[in-house]
């Protein structure tokens, strides 16, 4: 990249032009010709702008050249731009209109400059940008804002670097407010959030841009509390700001706090859009709960963005439904449909495939490659989510085999955690191992923590070893990484190994994620249970409720699964542990609240244990309950004894 510090070009002093010599390159022009000519350049200007193809931009050329409008800057810097537009590649035509010019204006410079700067490469932008300063041309807010923008789509910190060193140098820029935004963004862009801070700070003037690209930058960095500061201190809060907040907290795992904002902004008068409302419904999503599914559904038909008629609300709320436990719902917004593409099919797919429902996951996809909507990578993950949910490990591999010879899509490396997870699960963890090695990527930690499950699952302690230093290395500080290969040890009574694991934990002071489950009460209020925790205002009742249970089971010859405690405890201290698992206290909650015959739903933060799992499965056949449990991984429905995983998850 050519480098500006050497590159750029200071101005030089022009030669004096006589007045005789003036005189003589401006002609006299009578006032009402003048006029006519304005007239003319403004409409082949309009004419221009409604091209939409090379022919028609050469034919409007072909007029400005027959008008003698063939040195006109204005006409031909909106030529250029349309070019730019459709694509048309700078060299050779465009350059050579500009070439053909005596005397490029600012602006004539500046649409060449901006040509190359979208099309690339940059460095013909840069050259072009010290020719234009050898010619004592002076540039523009757009000429700078070019540049910044070229800078930002390449990631080219240093060279944008220098030329907001360069404006600052030149002066006349310090007070405007376009050039100012288009540095917040290359800043944010290329990673230097704090840069981009401190061009804000210094601006004179604001508008709505300036604070809500900080606003995203912030969220996307995950610092909501910076996002919020700036979200209230903005003087007019427009659709987008308000957009940008709802996003952020719904992506940073702030569900109620997205929902709060929107209720902000509906008080406020401010009209939602579709987008804004997709946000909403993905803050219900995680909430995971029934009422506010319903509420967001009816928030969007209230706004006239109903499922039938807007396929983005739709497959928004595929999504809400099938993560709050209600599959049937969600299917039944994707019938309702009128239009259908790739991520309804996708979303529904994937619905299908986390509730255990293999067969109507694949059968959907199969509906829809006869269909004109074409399979991308998202559907693909939730094919091959489905196959690893059923263990139908051959129908996997055939798609995992077929989705680039058939369909165009490149497995990429989310493809591969998907077959490193379905070969795990279904035992066969020596060709993970070798489709590993196969990979013609790096494996990421999706990857080997797909293994390292895999052979938590089947007790193979010696490939989980490879697998657990490997994300060691990945992910230094995510402590799930190390309770897993410490659970995988414990499996095979390697004590010595345990403790060598814990002792890391302790070093690098991780702490784990505490156990929590989750269940909706009456008026769609959330109660939360931990693991061990007795605090809950009516824990009496629930602990009362939980032995009545545990007695019934154990008549029935239910026996607690105590290699579900990783720890080198007594038999009764394991149980007693067992006992107050926070899936079983929301389920003794349940049974309390909701009515006799109704679905009990409950979420879960981790992975449900061996035993809790064959809890919930006799629960559910000795009080005709259905149990419908979403843990961190797939949703498990509990009907008459059997859950909806085959006892595969």
Partial sequence: ??????????????????????????PFIPFSRLEETKLLESHLVS?????????????????????????????????????????????????????QVEYGNPFLWTALIRGYSIQGPLE???????????????????????????????????????IHCHGIKLGGFCKDMFVHNTLIDMYVKCGWLDCGRKVFDEMYERDVISWTSLIVAYSKAGDMAAAVELFERLPVKDLVAWTAMVSGCAQNGKPREALEFFHRMQSAGVDTDALTLVKVISACAQLGAAKYANWARDVAE??????????????????????????????KVFEKMREKNVFSYSSMIIGFAMHGCANAALDLFEEMVKTEVKPNKVTFIGVLMACTHAGLVERGRDLFDRMEKHYGVEPSIEHYACMIDLLGRAGQLEEAVELI?????????????????????????????????????????SIGNYVLLANTYASAGRWEDVLEVRKLIKQKLLRKDPSRSWIEGKEGVIHEFYAGDMTHPNSKEVKEALEDLVGRLKSYGYEPNLSSVPYDLSEEHKRRILLTHSEKLALAYGLLITDTGSAIRIMKNLRICEDCHS????????????????????FHHFRNGVCSCGNFW
């Fill in 1 to 26: 990249m050519v480098s500006l510090a050497r590159k750029l070009i200071a101005s030089r002093n022009p030669s004096p032009i006589s007045l005789e010599s003036q005189e003589a390159l401006q």
């Fill in 47 to 99: 004419l221009l702008d409604n091209c939409s193809s090379l022919i028609q931009i050469k034919q409007v050329h072909a007029h400005v050249i027959r008008k003698g409008l063939d040195q006109c800057c204005y006409v031909l810097a909106k030529l250029l731009r349309m070019l730019t537009k459709i694509n048309v590649p700078m060299d050779p035509y465009p350059r050579l209109v500009f070439h």
């Fill in 124 to 162: 013909e932008a840069v050259h072009l940008y010290n020719a234009m300063r050898r010619e004592d041309i002076s540039p523009v807010s757009f000429t700078l804002t070019a540049l910044f923008k070229g800078c930002s789509d390449e990631l080219e910190l240093n060279l944008g670097r220098q």
């Fill in 302 to 331: 209230g706004y006239g963005f109903g499922p039938a008629n807007h396929v983005m609300v739709g497959s928004a709320l595929i999504d809400m439904y099938s993560k709050c436990g209600n599959v049937e719902e969600a299917y």
């Fill in 437 to 477: 090695k196969a990979m013609p990527m790096e494996p990421n930690s999706g990857v080997w923590g797909a293994l390292l499950g895999a052979c938590r699952i089947h007790g193979n302690p010696e490939i989980a070893e490879v697998a657990g230093h490997r994300l060691f290395e990945l992910e230094p500080d």
């Fill in 615 to 634: 809890f919930m499965c006799g629960a559910s056949q000795i009080t005709g309950r259905e149990i419908i449990v979403r843990d961190n991984k797939r």
